[in-house]
């Protein structure tokens, strides 16, 4: 009973460590694979429109998207999207001087673009729910 107890609370100390603001490292391709492989949101979207905000404090700017796209097929859905509606996705990029270490940041997307969207979230409203790799598929 001790040793599960030990191996839970490693377990957590692994995950806070993971997560942790203060660690920065690229994360290798399998992480974002499986982020993708349990994404609640799977679709294919066309990017009808993106608005971005940017904002410049000492050493980061922070550029807030927000995206407003139509899907156009559906692999799996949590919310029960279907093809034709259109949902907000609501994500951010960090540019930091001089540039550090990280996992990949979500790309901006672009009007008309058409791609693979791996997301989480409730209604209409959604977020990338695989890193750097959310519009692209991890092979």
Known sequence: MLMKAASKRAALLVAILATSHSIQAELPPSAYKQWQETAPEVLV?????????ETTQASVKQIAFTVEAEVQKVERTATKLSPGAT??????QSHYSPPIVGPSEVPALKEGQVCPAYLSGEGKAYSPAAGGYSFETVR
């Open 87 to 92: 949902i907000t996705i609501r994500y951010s």
């Open 45 to 53: 979207i066309k990017v009808r429109s993106v608005t971005k905000q």
